[in-house]
């Protein structure tokens, strides 16, 4: 089961880093240099959905519609490359897909292919309407191309097109979209994997961003199995559940709220149908250590090791987070986010330029001390966060007077 291990963590796969982070830790002269083994990369700040789970949508009122020029995408990739970067996802606050430096006639694929050239391996996190034919003939040649995610919460037309709100028509041409993926994937022969991923929601009421009319959302739980198949058929690796993830920052025009008050049902029966429909070819992962992690009263690590460390992340206006559960932006006089895990701007200096810098620093030194302290009190971070899994791994790591039998190696 979970083969990929995306209910898991893979640091324990990069030895020397680790080790290199070990050795830092405690020594900002040393720690300056431990460049991230992932990051996250949000070309466009827009989105074509505005799904009611979205843990970022306080990020999508925003009128200035940021987004990277092809430039400045390609001197960061280079950038991160030379300084020890493995893989980069782009996806983030925007619907990745709909990235264009129309000025320069580029758009995620030519960003993908010049991962490729410098040496960076890449993936897209997607609601998969503008994965055309025709990106996927490019962007598949790409062999650092790891794997495409779509995100596709209903198994129907009515409860996607309810849960994504977007046009009815959406549903059945992201399915169109896999199926053409997975043809032009086996004539190139190309290693691209192609997942799905669905948030597995309750029925819940709440109102859009634009309205202040309450509607009712429904469960997505009905309609798994039924999606699952029809992904099988089409011939996509994985799919996913996931639970669902509530972000900390407060903004009048948020929407995935609604799910705090709603009622968790029992969704075993419903999972373990979805694990029976699993083949050789088709892998289904049922994200339930997450879901136990996330409603769990004990965290599992005292401290956030992860950050500013092993990964970070790029909004579309170029600003670099150590964190997206804390990523923000100035909106006038109202500061959303927590701007001391916001460290330079790739669009004004260079990345090593930023990830050396007095910002991080000073959020390496945030992270570092104690609650009691003013430090960083994890307690009160995002339940289910990004470098949860990672975090688990590394408290275990430095802190080995936690398994007296850690020498006992068999």
Same mark, same amino acid.
Not at 328 to 344: A, N, T, V, Y
Not at 359 to 387: D, F, H, I
């Given at each position: 089961?979970?083969?990929?291990?995306?209910?898991?963590?893979?640091?324990?796969?990069?030895?020397?880093?680790?080790?290199?982070?070990?050795?830092?830790?405690?020594?900002?002269?040393?720690?300056?240099?431990?460049?991230?083994?992932?990051?996250?990369?949000?070309?466009?700040?827009?989105?074509?959905?505005?799904?009611?789970?979205?843990?970022?949508?306080?990020?999508?009122?925003?009128?200035?519609?940021?987004?990277?020029?092809?430039?400045?995408?390609?001197?960061?990739?280079?950038?991160?490359?030379?300084?020890?970067?493995?893989?980069?996802?782009?996806?983030?606050?925007?619907?990745?897909?709909?990235?264009?430096?129309?000025?320069?006639?580029?758009?995620?694929?030519?960003?993908?292919?010049?991962?490729?050239?410098?040496?960076?391996?890449?993936?897209?996190?997607?609601?998969?309407?503008?994965?055309?034919?025709?990106?996927?003939?490019?962007?598949?040649?790409?062999?650092?191309?790891?794997?495409?995610?779509?995100?596709?919460?209903?198994?129907?037309?009515?409860?996607?097109?309810?849960?994504?709100?977007?046009?009815?028509?959406?549903?059945?041409?992201?399915?169109?979209?896999?199926?053409?993926?997975?043809?032009?994937?086996?004539?190139?022969?190309?290693? *691209? %994997?192609? &997942?799905? @991923?669905?948030?597995?929601?309750? #029925? !819940?009421?709440?109102?859009?961003?634009?309205?202040?009319?309450? $509607?009712?959302?429904?469960?997505?739980?009905?309609?798994?199995?039924?999606?699952?198949?029809?992904?099988?058929?089409?011939?996509?690796?994985?799919?996913? *559940? %996931?639970? &669902?993830? @509530?972000?900390?920052?407060?903004? #009048? !025009?948020?929407?995935?709220?609604?799910?705090?008050?709603?009622? $968790?049902?029992?969704?075993?029966?419903?999972?373990?149908?979805?694990?029976?429909?699993?083949?050789?070819?088709?892998?289904?992962?049922?994200?339930?250590?997450?879901?136990?992690?996330?409603?769990?009263?004990?965290?599992?690590?005292?401290?956030?090791?992860?950050?500013?460390?092993?990964?970070?992340?790029?909004?579309?206006?170029?600003?670099?987070?150590?964190?997206?559960?804390?990523?923000?932006?100035?909106?006038?006089?109202?500061?959303?986010?927590?701007?001391?895990?916001?460290?330079?701007?790739?669009?004004?200096?260079?990345?090593?330029?930023?990830?050396?810098?007095?910002?991080?620093?000073?959020?390496?030194?945030?992270?570092?001390?104690?609650?009691?302290?003013?430090?960083?009190?994890?307690?009160?971070?995002?339940?289910?966060?990004?470098?949860?899994?990672?975090?688990?791994?590394?408290?275990?790591?430095?802190?080995?007077?936690?398994?007296?039998?850690?020498?006992?190696?068999?």
């Amino acid at each position: 089961m979970d083969k990929t291990r995306i209910d898991g963590q893979k640091l324990d796969m990069h030895p020397r880093r680790v080790a290199a982070w070990l050795d830092a830790m405690d020594d900002w002269e040393k720690a300056r240099e431990i460049f991230p083994i992932y990051m996250e990369i949000s070309p466009i700040g827009s989105c074509i959905h505005e799904c009611t789970f979205c843990s970022v949508d306080y990020m999508l009122d925003r009128t200035d519609h940021p987004s990277f020029t092809h430039d400045v995408m390609t001197w960061t990739l280079s950038d991160m490359a030379a300084h020890g970067v493995l893989s980069t996802m782009f996806a983030g606050c925007g619907e990745p897909l709909s990235y264009r430096d129309r000025s320069a006639k580029k758009d995620l694929a030519d960003a993908i292919l010049h991962a490729n050239a410098v040496g960076i391996d890449t993936s897209v996190t997607t609601n998969a309407v503008l994965l055309s034919p025709e990106f996927s003939e490019r962007a598949f040649t790409a062999q650092r191309l790891r794997w495409i995610r779509t995100s596709i919460n209903g198994g129907n037309e009515e409860t996607y097109t309810k849960i994504h709100r977007c046009h009815p028509s959406h549903f059945e041409r992201v399915l169109r979209n896999l199926e053409a993926a997975v043809k032009i994937r086996e004539r190139l022969g190309s290693r *691209v %994997k192609l &997942f799905a @991923q669905l948030v597995a929601l309750p #029925e !819940a009421e709440g109102m859009s961003r634009r309205s202040l009319v309450r $509607q009712t959302y429904p469960s997505n739980i009905p309609t798994i199995v039924p999606l699952a198949r029809r992904l099988r058929d089409i011939g996509v690796d994985n799919f996913s *559940v %996931k639970p &669902f993830k @509530q972000h900390l920052v407060e903004h #009048e !025009a948020t929407r995935s709220k609604m799910y705090e008050a709603a009622g $968790q049902d029992p969704f075993e029966e419903t999972f373990l149908e979805l694990e029976g429909l699993e083949t050789d070819a088709f892998e289904i992962t049922v994200r339930r250590e997450a879901m136990v992690n996330a409603g769990a009263e004990d965290r599992g690590y005292g401290r956030c090791h992860a950050t500013p460390f092993h990964w970070a992340y790029i909004e579309a206006d170029g600003e670099v987070w150590g964190c997206s559960a804390y990523v923000g932006r100035i909106d006038g006089d109202r500061i959303l986010g927590d701007h001391r895990f916001r460290f330079g701007n790739v669009n004004k200096q260079s990345f090593p330029e930023i990830w050396r810098g007095e910002r991080r620093r000073r959020c390496w030194e945030y992270t570092r001390k104690p609650p009691s302290e003013g430090g960083l009190n994890v307690n009160a971070c995002m339940r289910g966060c990004q470098m949860d899994m990672p975090n688990r791994y590394l408290w275990e790591l430095a802190h080995p007077e936690l398994d007296p039998t850690r020498t006992f190696i068999k």
